[in-house]
Nanobody, 115 residues
Framework: QVQVVESGGGLVQPGGSLRLSCTASGSSFGLSAMGWYRQAPGNGREYVASITRGGMANYANSAKGRFTISRDNGSNTVFLQMNSLKPEDSAVYYC?????????WGQGTQVTVSS
């Protein structure tokens, strides 16, 4: 059974940084594309970033230049380094893993950017 677990959310001041982690189990991680979405209250789920099994990264316009996605296949973990955070980045961040034609989601981790 595939499991995806996020961690690293929290409260940070505007301009600050956070690093989210997402660890997968039960899958051939190295063969899986993974990524992040986020959802703020009252909004739909919004794409943030993704990384292919070969390490190619893609970003939403809102994340370009501030966020960096990376992966460590040895530990089955994907990271989202978020810098220069803004209040509008506040949301629940969800990690996903694509494997064998299915998408698996984590439970989400809350990020709050506020002074």
């Amino acid at each position: 059974q595939v499991q995806v677990v996020e961690s690293g959310g929290g409260l940070v001041q505007p301009g600050g940084s956070l690093r989210l982690s997402c660890t997968a189990s039960g899958s051939s991680f190295g063969l899986s594309a993974m990524g992040w979405y986020r959802q703020a209250p009252g909004n739909g789920r919004e794409y943030v970033a993704s990384i292919t099994r070969g390490g190619m990264a893609n970003y939403a316009n809102s994340a370009k230049g501030r966020f960096t996605i990376s992966r460590d296949n040895g530990s089955n973990t994907v990271f989202l380094q978020m810098n220069s955070l803004k209040p509008e980045d506040s949301a629940v961040y969800y990690c996903y893993l694509d494997s064998a034609g299915r998408r698996y989601w984590g439970q989400g981790t809350q990020v709050t950017v506020s002074s």
